[in-house]
């Protein structure tokens, strides 16, 4: 199968609400072309810096969704060009990427990581931590980061039944907090899903998967 096929493949099952981020870490420019001339324009990469040098040579169409766990020290690297974060979670790191965006003139666009699984290894707030952060002074000043959603990675096992019950704990946090509407806040996107597990997860409410084995194949 060719990644054209791949691709195409899994946008016809896709509900049309939810959105698929193409996840093209480690993989070569030529294998990102192939998808972008199948029509993807939205790519997930884990390390700014190769984001960044992806960035600098392709098409500027391109949404660039940064998926891995971002160190504060690096978010000005991506800052002038990034469409979407997907993995922030602390006060500390939004403070940084509020920063660097008002040093460019921008308002850039965030998702809050959910600790949902049993895998101490994976990373995200839990629900005390993050009402924190929404409750916070220091929060309400950050005029040049949005919250637009709520993502989470569920525990990497064959048990369908515990991802289902960490995909729907999620989801229900995910709807109380659509309550909250301010200037930097107001949550449409609700990001879990990839390769193996992306059809119970929109099952279960998420708008917006990473899928990227399925698509470029293993690595």
Request: glycine share 6%.
């Amino acid at each position: 199968m060719s990644i054209k096929n791949n691709l195409l493949e899994i946008k016809s099952t896709l509900p049309e609400i939810v959105t698929l981020v193409a996840v093209s870490k480690t993989k070569p420019i030529s294998d990102l072309m192939q998808a972008y001339d199948a029509g993807q324009r939205i790519f997930g990469e884990n390390k700014i810096q190769e984001m960044s040098e992806k960035w600098e040579v392709m098409p500027k169409d391109i949404q660039w969704h940064m998926i891995g766990h971002v160190q504060s020290n690096k978010v000005k690297f991506m800052a002038a060009y990034v469409h979407l974060i997907h993995g922030v979670d602390s006060l500390k790191l939004l403070e940084e990427i509020n920063k660097q965006a008002f040093k460019n003139k921008r308002i850039i666009d965030c998702l809050l990581q959910i600790h949902i699984a049993e895998e101490d290894t994976k990373f995200g707030l839990n629900e005390t931590e993050l009402n924190e952060i929404l409750q916070s002074e220091a929060f309400k000043n950050l005029k040049n980061i949005k919250i637009v959603g709520l993502m989470g990675m569920a525990t990497f096992t064959e048990n369908q039944d515990q991802i289902k019950k960490e995909f729907q704990f999620l989801k229900s946090i995910f709807d109380q907090k659509r309550q909250i509407i301010t200037e930097n806040c107001q949550l449409n996107i609700l990001s879990m899903g990839m390769s193996g597990d992306y059809q119970l997860a929109i099952e279960c409410g998420s708008t917006m998967v990473r899928i990227g084995s399925s698509i470029f194949g293993g690595r």
